[in-house]
């Protein structure tokens, strides 16, 4: 009979081979987590429903799957999948409900229309001839935004034949009108509030809303949607001032 052994040289390859198979080990699972947390902050309605607890691990693994093979390039079980689901930590939203009982009074107006040229050497100087043109006028509206390419309008319809006179040797990128607004009162140190602007689109976003422009100030906040639109997110927005 023989007493088979293996040597010492035989012994330090096995364990530096359970080294190294750890090692692997643990870098592919370390990537797949750091993948499937990557997903996940990329899509903020997902990380808030797993802050409160309300995803079961198993549909969701199935889920990103797909997704998850795809930029791995290989096939990923879902176990490994839960695995990295399990370690990922949500931070908890410091945004309460409660905030939304203190936004103040809406204003709704209809009637808007939207301009938007690409700037010029004039268009400052048209925006000042626009603004003398209506500075007699009350009840209207008009507001002025612009970046280092393009300058926005939005005015009320009855402004429509001074701003197209105005700019009528400017290049017009987009011009939309039957547009209508919502302007909500901000809550005091609304700007020390996490989350606000971020709960108000993804409702929404969940009632199928869709967002044309958004303007903001100090204490007022103001949604611009086509007007088939304002009465839902209205009562939508009253809805959640009770709430």
């Given amino acids: 009979m023989h007493n088979y052994s293996l040597s010492g040289r035989s012994k330090n390859k096995t364990a530096i081979f359970h080294i190294f198979a750890q090692n692997v080990y643990y870098i592919t699972m370390k990537t797949i987590s750091t993948c499937v947390h990557d997903i996940i902050k990329h899509q903020p309605f997902l990380d808030d429903a797993l802050a409160r607890n309300i995803i079961n691990f198993s549909s969701l693994a199935a889920d990103l799957q797909p997704q998850v093979e795809k930029e791995m390039r290989k096939p990923v079980k879902q176990g490994s999948i839960i695995m990295a689901l399990r370690r990922y930590h949500p931070k908890r939203s410091k945004f309460s409900s409660n905030n939304f009982r203190k936004l103040g009074d809406m204003i709704v107006r209809s009637g808007i229309t939207e301009y938007t040229y690409l700037n010029s050497k004039d268009t400052i100087a048209k925006k000042a001839r626009l603004l003398e043109s209506v500075k007699d006028q009350t009840g209207i509206y008009l507001n002025y935004s612009s970046n280092y ?13 001074a701003i197209e006179k105005i700019f009528k040797e400017e290049k017009l990128v987009s011009v939309s009108g039957e ?3 919502i302007t909500i009162t901000l809550p005091e140190k609304n700007t020390k509030t996490v989350g606000l602007y971020f709960y108000i689109f993804k409702l929404l976003a969940y009632e199928g809303i869709p967002v044309y422009e958004v303007i903001s100030t100090s204490n007022y906040f103001t949604l611009f949607l086509e007007k088939e639109y304002v009465n839902q997110a209205f009562l939508l927005m009253n809805e959640i001032k009770g709430s």
């Fill in 149 to 161: 390419q393009e300058s926005n309008f939005l005015v009320s319809t009855s402004l429509q034949p």
């Fill in 179 to 181: 547009l209508a607004s």
